[in-house]
C-alpha cells in the first residue's frame, strides 16, 4: 500500500480528476470547485496515515463529521462538505475506481431550516438614502452597487462579474450569467437605472492608467480599456466580493445599521422577501433569482409565514395576554 508523499499524491491526482468532471459536465462554478476542493483536502488530512482516500469507509466518514461536530461546526457547514464526499465516492464508483459508495450508508448532520436574515424596507431605504446622499465617483459607484442588489437580487459574484456590454444593450433589463454560465433577464426599476446611468458617467474613474498615449514627451497617459461594469485596480480587473461586502459594512455604519446585518447576500434576500410581501408570483421570482430548484426560491415563503405568525400573535384579539371581545 503506498504511504507518504505517494498516497498524497495519488489523492490529488484523484481530487483533479473529479474537479475536472465537475467542471466540464456540471459546470460547476470557480468558487464551487475551490469549496470542494477544501473539502475533500479536510477528510484527506483527517484521514492521515490510517488510510487513503480512496479507500475510505462509512465509518471513516461518520468519524469525520463527529470529529467537525466536536470542533462547533455549524450542522450546515457539517452537510455541505458530507455533499462533497458523496459526490467524490459517487465519481470513484462511476469511474471503477471503486466498487462501492461508503457515503450512501452515512446519513447527513440534523439541521434545522435557517431563515436568511432580513432588512426591513424602512433599513433598505435608509442604506439607499445614505448612498446617495455622497458625492463624487465613488459615492456614485456605491449608489449603484446597491440599488443593482436591491432591484435584481443578484448574486454578489454575479454583481461584481457584470461586463460592460450587459448594462449598454437595453438599459431596461441586464443580462447577467449565473450558476453554470446560464444566463438570465433580470428588469431593472427606472431608479436602479437612473443610478446605473449616473455611475456610468464616471466609470473613467475606475480605469488604470495604461500609459503614455503615442506622441512623445508630455503625452497626456490614457485610460486602459476593460472589458467590466465595475473595474478596479484588482487581479481579476473588476472590483472583488470582499470589496463590495466591505464597502456596504461602511455604508451600514453610516446609516446607523447594525453592520452585522447587512451584505450583499442579506440584500438578495431583502429583494425576494419585498417582492413576495407586494404579492409577487414564486415562479417570476425563481426566474429572477436563477434558482434551478423552486425549492430553493420557497424558503423565503417560510420568512413570509414567520412575519404572518409573528403579526397574529402581536395584534390578534385571541393573542396570550390578550382580554378576549367583550
Known sequence: MPSGPARSSKAEALIDAFLEMLAAERGAAANTLEAYRR????????????????????????????????????????????????QFYRFLLSENLRGDDPSAEVDSPRQGRALPKILSEEEVGALLAEAQAGEGPEALRLAALVELLYATGLRVSELVGLRLAAAQRDQRLLIVQGKGGKERMVPLSPAARESLSD???????????????????????????????????????????????QLLKDLARRAEIDPAKVSPHVLRHAFASHLLDHGADLRALQKMLGHADISTTQIYTHVLSERLKSLVQDHHPLAAGRNRPG
Open 39 to 86: 473539502d475533500l483536502a479536510a477528510f484527506a488530512e483527517f484521514l492521515g496515515k490510517r488510510r487513503a482516500l480512496e479507500a475510505a469507509t462509512a465509518d471513516d466518514i461518520r468519524a469525520f463529521l463527529g470529529r467537525l461536530a466536536q470542533a462547533g461546526m455549524a450542522p450546515r457547514t457539517a452537510a455541505r462538505r458530507l455533499s462533497a464526499l458523496r
Open 199 to 245: 455611475y456610468l458617467a464616471a466609470r473613467d474613474h475606475f480605469l488604470a492608467n495604461s500609459g503614455k498615449a503615442p506622441g512623445g514627451k508630455g503625452a497626456k497617459a490614457v485610460k486602459a480599456v476593460s472589458p467590466w461594469l465595475f473595474p478596479s485596480r484588482s487581479a481579476a480587473g473588476h472590483i472583488t466580493r470582499h470589496r463590495v461586502a
